[in-house]
């Protein structure tokens, strides 16, 4: 089974100031990650992925994650905050069920960005 | 535009009733994924259809039913609907479900009153 845990339901940040929003995995197998971003009355939208190979992955508006294995961690971080930056952020862990790859989201995380 | 596209956005009905969300995958996707997604269970994996078959189930009650047609649209049937089955229905596709990711509608939200 997996399972997704991210910390924190709502992060508050100035404008400017770094994002960190942060997921923690379990899987019985090598995990796809996956990060998505939901603005108010929208569906979810890819930020980024990890797959296979390079552990740090970018992906849109700037955001960048770092799978580590270790930690079985995949946290999410862009350097500075933009307002538009404010949503709701999903973390997901993909496996393999039955033929096809069916991802468990994580309970979401409430960006807040502060003028 | 996701290129998913999902109707109605928007459902008020009774409890007892039954309703039907309709989604159109992206061009080219052959597999559609059913979400609910509330505040008290967060985004819950309902069911996956792979071009026109079921592939994988997830945690959907005996009173939901989905299909996908041979043109690869998909709909989601609730019936005997109770408050709490009121939330937001996603409907994603992808090519294969495999590594790419998911392309997610705009969803139904669904009211029961």
Partial sequence: ?115 | DSGVTQTPKHLITATGQRVTLRCSPRSGDLSVYWYQQSLDQGLQFLIQYYNGEERAKGNILERFSAQQFPDLHSELNLSSLELGDSALYFCASSADGSTYGYTFGSGTRLTVV
């Avoid at chain 1, 508050?12 to 009355?41: D, H, I, K, M, T």
């Fill in chain 1, 1 to 115: 089974a997996q399972s997704v845990t991210q910390l924190g339901s709502h992060v508050s940040v100035s404008e400017g100031a770094l994002v960190l929003l942060r997921c923690n995995y379990s899987s019985s197998v090598p995990p796809y990650l996956f990060w998505y971003v939901q603005y108010p009355n929208q569906g979810l939208q890819l930020l980024l992925k990890y797959t296979t190979g390079a552990t740090l992955v970018k992906g849109i508006n700037g955001f960048e994650a770092e799978f580590k294995k270790s930690e079985t961690s995949f946290h999410l971080t862009k350097p500075s905050a933009h307002m538009s930056d404010a949503a709701e952020y999903f973390c997901a862990v993909s496996d393999h069920t039955g033929g096809s790859y069916i991802p468990t989201f994580g309970r979401g995380t409430s960006l807040i960005v502060h003028p």
